[in-house]
Each structure stands twice: as structure tokens, then as C-alpha cells.
């Protein structure tokens, strides 16, 4: 039995957690045969997103460098420049820009290391942090 809300209408989807959307539009981006344009955009990520949000994310997503755009007519195609190992690395920066003392946010994380991710950790730091994160 569908769920209905009082008035009779359906019951709204559940709000997107941060991030969700720019990950989404990212992956929608990444299967795109090329650039294309935000209406391709919102079909592909669905639901009941607004063209206009889907501008806002794609601006958003524009500033931080992993997308990029070019114009085509009257508006702009959009071509996915990072991956989402990219989109992640930034979210983990801007939390870090966010912390007073970055220093014991990065000691921290890295005590939380598994042995595996802090050897590769160490391999693509050239070793130069093994002083940091022993201890």
C-alpha cells in the first residue's frame, strides 16, 4: 500500500545528503558520450531536480575544477574533468581548510589509518611523512 500524505498527495522523496547531488551530477557527467548540456544532466540524474539546481551544481562543481564548460549556442556543455576520486579529495580538503588546527586533524586521520592504507599513504608521500604518522 503507496504511502500518501494527508492532503492525498504523495509523500515527498527524502532531502540528498551533501555532497549526494554534486556526486551524482559527477557520475552522470563521467557516462556522457562528451559535453553536454544541463537538460542531459537533469534526465540522467532524475527525480524531481530542478533545471535550475542542476545549473547550481554544475556552476558549484565548475569553481572547484572538476568540471569544465564550453559554450555551445546560447548555453554551455559541461565535460566531467575529475573523477570521483578527485570530487572526494576535495570534499576532504574542504573540511580540512575548515579546522583551526590541521595539523592535529591530519594526525588524527592518519592514526585511523588501516596498516594497508598507511603504507600506500606513505609510498605516494615518498615516505617524507612516516615521522607524522608514527607514534
Known sequence: MERRERDGR??????RGQGELEAQVLAALHEAPGP????????????DLAYTTV?????R??????VSRERAGRSFHWRSTADEAG???????????SERDRGAVLASFVTTLSADD????????GDTGAGAAEG
Not at 55 to 59: A, D, E
Not at 61 to 66: P, T
Request: charged share 30%.
Open 10 to 15: 504523495e509523500p515527498r522523496s527524502r532531502r
Open 36 to 47: 553536454v548540456g544541463a537538460a542531459w544532466v537533469q534526465e540522467r540524474v532524475g527525480g
Open 55 to 59: 545549473m547550481t551544481i554544475l556552476t
Open 61 to 66: 562543481l565548475l569553481a572547484k575544477g572538476v
Open 87 to 97: 570530487l572526494a579529495a576535495l570534499r576532504m580538503r574542504k573540511v580540512l581548510d
Open 118 to 125: 598507511e603504507r600506500l599513504l606513505r609510498d605516494l608521500l
